[in-house]
């Protein structure tokens, strides 16, 4: 069984970072993709920045050029997060996908608010 558990989140003034990172039970390298989505109330969750095996790398339009997944050791995945804005204010969830199923973190909130 995979656990993922996330770390980093909490309260940002609009223009600062945050850095998330996310604790796996197993190696990293052993799924074929991992990182982050995130998860407004009332909308979908959406992908936020993703690691492919092959080191690929897939963000969503709207925090290219201001985050980074990265994958500092064989069990952590992390993001760097800067010039955070307060539309990303969110939940942020650690994925992890095998060729079996996909795996999520409990969460962990970033408000991004002056």
């Known amino acids: 069984q995979v656990q993922l558990v996330e770390s980093g989140g909490g309260l940002v003034q609009p223009g600062g970072s945050l850095r998330l990172s996310c604790a796996a039970s197993?190696?990293?390298?052993?799924?074929?993709?991992i990182g982050w989505y995130r998860q407004v109330p009332g909308k979908q969750r959406e992908l936020v920045g993703v690691?492919?095996?092959?080191?690929?790398r897939n963000y969503a339009e709207s925090v290219k050029g201001r985050f980074t997944a990265s994958r500092p050791n064989a069990k952590t995945v992390s993001l760097q997060m800067d010039s955070l804005k307060p539309e990303d204010t969110a939940v942020y969830y650690c994925?992890?996908?095998?060729?079996?199923?996909?795996?999520w973190g409990q969460g962990t909130q970033v408000t991004v608010s002056s």
């Open positions: 690691i492919s095996s092959d080191g690929n």
């Open positions: 197993g190696s990293i390298f052993s799924f074929n993709r």
């Open positions: 994925y992890a996908e095998t060729q079996w199923r996909p795996y």
